[in-house]
C-alpha cells in the first residue's frame, strides 16, 4: 500500500519532500517484494519439512524485510543526487536518484536484484512444495484413502493458486526490468511505449494479486450471500449467472448445514 501511495504522490517538489518520496518509494517497493519471501519459506517449512515452528519466526522476517529494505535504500543514496525522472515534455513525474550510468547501475543492484532473486526463491519453493503434495496425493490415490484424496487436493488447488507469487512479481516487473537494461545501454533513446508498460504493469500488481488471492470461492460465496441482502429492485440489475449462482450457493451451504447435524444425531 506504501509503496503505491509513494508512487502515485509524483513529483512533490524539490527539496526534503523529493528525497522522501524518493527514499520512501524504493524503501516500501523493496519490501513488498520480500514480503512474498518469507510467505514462501513459511508454506515451505510447514509442507516440505513438516516443521510446525513457523510462528517463531515471526521476528526474523521483519528483521530480514526492514532490515534489508533499509539497506538496499541506504547503499543506494551513496554518491547519488535525487533529480527528477519520468519526464514527458517538461512534467516529472518521479523524485528519483540519478547520477548517470553509476546511477543507474546502483539503482539496478539494490532493486532489481533482490527482485529478481525473490522471483527465483519463490519459485524453486513453490516448485518444492506443489511437487510435494502432488506425491502425497499419489499416495493417497494407491491407499484408495477417499478421506486423504480430498484433503489433498483441497490442499493442491490453494498452492496452486498461491503459486502465482513468482508470476505475479514476473508479470509486474519484466517490463520494468527491460525498461531499466535498455536504458543503461542507450540512455539518450528512450521509448515512450516500454515505459508506460514498465509503470502500468508495476501499478497493476496489486490488482493482480487481488484477482489471484482475493477470488477465492470464501471471497465469492461471501459476495453471493451479500447480494442476497439487497433489495429486489437493485438484484435485477445483476446478471442472471450471479443469481443462480447466489442461489446454488445458499443450497450447498443449507445442504452442508443438514450433513453437520445428521453426523450429530
Given at each position: 500500500?506504501?509503496?503505491?501511495?509513494?508512487?502515485?504522490?509524483?513529483?512533490?517538489s524539490k527539496g526534503f519532500f523529493c528525497y522522501a518520496q524518493g527514499y520512501?518509494?524504493?524503501?516500501?517497493?523493496?519490501a513488498s517484494f520480500l514480503w512474498t519471501t518469507t510467505i514462501a519459506f513459511t508454506l515451505h517449512r510447514a509442507v516440505?519439512?513438516?516443521?510446525?515452528?513457523?510462528?517463531?519466526?515471526?521476528?526474523?522476517?521483519?528483521l530480514y524485510v526492514w532490515g534489508t529494505s533499509l539497506v538496499m535504500t541506504v547503499v543506494r543514496s551513496i554518491g547519488n543526487e535525487h533529480g527528477h525522472v519520468g519526464n514527458i515534455g517538461r512534467v516529472a513525474a518521479w523524485c528519483?536518484?540519478?547520477?548517470?550510468?553509476?546511477?543507474?547501475?546502483?539503482?539496478?543492484?539494490?532493486?532489481?536484484?533482490?527482485?529478481?532473486?525473490?522471483?527465483?526463491?519463490n519459485g524453486f519453493t513453490y516448485f518444492q512444495v506443489i511437487r510435494m503434495l502432488n506425491n502425497a496425493t499419489r499416495m493417497a490415490v494407491?491407499?484408495?484413502?477417499?478421506?486423504?484424496?480430498s484433503?489433498?487436493?483441497?490442499?493442491?488447488?490453494?498452492?496452486?493458486?498461491?503459486?502465482?507469487?513468482?508470476l505475479i512479481l514476473i508479470g509486474s516487473w519484466s517490463f520494468g526490468t527491460v525498461n531499466r537494461i535498455h536504458d543503461f545501454i542507450e540512455?539518450?533513446?528512450?521509448?515512450?511505449?516500454l515505459s508506460i508498460l514498465d509503470v502500468g504493469m508495476a501499478a497493476l500488481m496489486g490488482l493482480f494479486n487481488s484477482i489471484a488471492y482475493g477470488l477465492n470461492s470464501s471471497v465469492r460465496r461471501a459476495i453471493y450471500e451479500r447480494l442476497d441482502l439487497l433489495p429486489e429492485s437493485l438484484r435485477r440489475c445483476?446478471?442472471?449467472?450471479?443469481?443462480?449462482?447466489?442461489?446454488?450457493?445458499?443450497?450447498?451451504?443449507?445442504?452442508?448445514?443438514?450433513?453437520?447435524?445428521?453426523?450429530?444425531?
Amino acid at each position: 500500500m506504501l509503496c503505491s501511495f509513494f508512487s502515485v504522490v509524483g513529483d512533490p517538489s524539490k527539496g526534503f519532500f523529493c528525497y522522501a518520496q524518493g527514499y520512501s518509494t524504493h524503501f516500501f517497493c523493496v519490501a513488498s517484494f520480500l514480503w512474498t519471501t518469507t510467505i514462501a519459506f513459511t508454506l515451505h517449512r510447514a509442507v516440505v519439512k513438516h516443521k510446525a515452528d513457523v510462528e517463531d519466526f515471526e521476528p526474523m522476517f521483519h528483521l530480514y524485510v526492514w532490515g534489508t529494505s533499509l539497506v538496499m535504500t541506504v547503499v543506494r543514496s551513496i554518491g547519488n543526487e535525487h533529480g527528477h525522472v519520468g519526464n514527458i515534455g517538461r512534467v516529472a513525474a518521479w523524485c528519483w536518484t540519478e547520477t548517470g550510468r553509476t546511477g543507474k547501475a546502483v539503482h539496478f543492484f539494490t532493486f532489481y536484484a533482490p527482485l529478481w532473486g525473490a522471483i527465483l526463491f519463490n519459485g524453486f519453493t513453490y516448485f518444492q512444495v506443489i511437487r510435494m503434495l502432488n506425491n502425497a496425493t499419489r499416495m493417497a490415490v494407491g491407499m484408495s484413502d477417499r478421506g486423504s484424496q480430498s484433503d489433498t487436493r483441497v490442499d493442491m488447488k490453494a498452492l496452486n493458486r498461491w503459486g502465482y507469487y513468482p508470476l505475479i512479481l514476473i508479470g509486474s516487473w519484466s517490463f520494468g526490468t527491460v525498461n531499466r537494461i535498455h536504458d543503461f545501454i542507450e540512455p539518450g533513446h528512450k521509448l515512450f511505449w516500454l515505459s508506460i508498460l514498465d509503470v502500468g504493469m508495476a501499478a497493476l500488481m496489486g490488482l493482480f494479486n487481488s484477482i489471484a488471492y482475493g477470488l477465492n470461492s470464501s471471497v465469492r460465496r461471501a459476495i453471493y450471500e451479500r447480494l442476497d441482502l439487497l433489495p429486489e429492485s437493485l438484484r435485477r440489475c445483476f446478471p442472471k449467472k450471479l443469481k443462480s449462482r447466489s442461489q446454488q450457493q445458499q443450497h450447498e451451504s443449507e445442504l452442508v448445514s443438514l450433513r453437520i447435524e445428521d453426523q450429530h444425531q
